[in-house]
């Protein structure tokens, strides 16, 4: 059982910055065992991956529109996975969802960056205004 609980949704101008932090659990396993990443979707779009770190070797991968705003990161004393974005731009409103591995290696889920993401936390709101 993987359990996904993010924070640190808002409101921001355009330019901003907001940290997104997502506090992870998992039975039977480790939380620095799983790879994880975010997520995000936008109302009568599809859910986009946003970003993604390996658990193996701690190497991102990044959705092109947030190449050089956005970086991953993770601190698996505390089990949390952050996401930094700055210079926030309107497009970037969404709902934003962390999502992680499964603990069993499967070959199916959502794919992004090479990992399959079978777990998500219930999303925060970003909302960013010109």
């Known amino acids: 059982q993987v359990q996904l609980v993010e924070s640190g949704g808002g409101s921001v101008q355009a330019g901003g910055s907001l940290r997104l932090s997502c506090a992870a659990s998992v039975s039977g396993s480790t939380v620095s065992r799983l790879s994880m990443g975010w997520f995000r979707r936008v109302p009568g779009k599809e859910r986009e991956g946003v970003a993604r770190?390996?658990?193996?070797?701690?190497?991102?991968f990044y959705h092109t529109s947030v190449k050089g705003r956005f970086t991953i990161s993770r601190d698996n004393a505390k089990s949390t996975l952050y996401l930094q974005m700055n210079s926030l731009q309107p497009e970037d409103t969404a709902i934003y969802y962390c999502?992680?591995?499964?603990?069993?290696?499967?070959?199916?889920?959502?794919?992004?960056?090479?990992?399959?993401?079978?777990?998500w936390g219930q999303g925060t709101q970003v909302t960013v205004s010109s």
């Open positions: 770190i390996r658990s193996r070797d701690g190497s991102t």
């Open positions: 999502a992680a591995e499964n603990p069993r290696p499967v070959t199916y889920g959502t794919p992004f960056g090479g990992v399959f993401f079978n777990h």
